[in-house]
Each structure stands twice: as C-alpha cells, then as structure tokens.
C-alpha cells in the first residue's frame, strides 16, 4: 500500500502562487491515479484535481479549473499542484490521495490519505 507525504504549503497573499508536493512510497507509484482534496475549517473535504497514472488524463473541480495544474513524475514517485491566481476561498488544507480506480471525485471512496499541507491565502 503505498504512503503519501505532502508539503509546499504555506502563508501567501491572494493573487499569489504556491506548488504543492506529494511524495510516494513504493515501487508501484506509476500505477495510481492521483487526486488532491482540500478542506477548509467547518467544511468537507472536497475534491480539487486529479491526474491519471500515465499522465495523460487530468480532471478539475470548477473551482480551481484555469487556476490550479495537477502533474507528476513517475521517476520520482511524485504528484504535484501548482496553484496560480490563489483567493482567500483556496484556504483549506490540502490533502492527495492514490487509487487504481478512476473517477474517484468523492473523498469517501479513498482510504490512503497523506497528513495534508496547510495552505492559507490572505486577503
């Protein structure tokens, strides 16, 4: 089962960028779809973008489509989020996840989930 470790959060101001990492344990990183979720305080967790295992599909949530580009490296058993044009609503910790499966938009379906990265976008 693979292990998931996320970073690149921090404290920027709206309008601002951040890019945030997810890194893999295991040697079969190259066969899971990705996804990143967030949750803001007093809200679910919700979805925000996913990538397939060879790349070549990504899907967004509304929210943060034209905004937000999911990618990864195999080679380095990582997944990123580079977050552009970021507005106070993007607060939220943001948290990835791994399935074989894809199409797995409602956070209930995943059950492997990093510990999350803390992103904070001041007005």
């Known amino acids: 089962q693979v292990q998931l470790l996320e970073s690149g959060g921090g404290l920027v101001q709206a309008g601002g960028s951040l890019k945030l990492s997810c890194a893999a344990s295991g040697r079969t990183f190259s066969s899971y779809n990705m996804y990143w979720f967030r949750q803001a305080p007093g809200k679910e967790r919700e979805f925000v973008a996913a990538?397939?295992?060879?790349?070549?599909?990504?899907y967004y949530a509304d929210s943060v489509k034209g905004r937000f580009t999911i990618s990864r490296d195999n080679a380095k058993n990582t997944v990123y989020l580079q977050m552009n044009s970021l507005k106070p609503e993007d607060t939220a910790v943001y948290c990835c996840?791994?399935?074989?499966?894809?199409?797995?938009?409602?956070?209930?379906?995943?059950?492997?989930w990093g510990q999350g990265t803390q992103v904070t976008v001041s007005s």
């Open positions: 996840a791994a399935s074989m499966v894809w199409g797995m938009w409602a956070p209930s379906m995943h059950h492997t």
């Open positions: 990538i397939s295992s060879s790349a070549r599909d990504t």
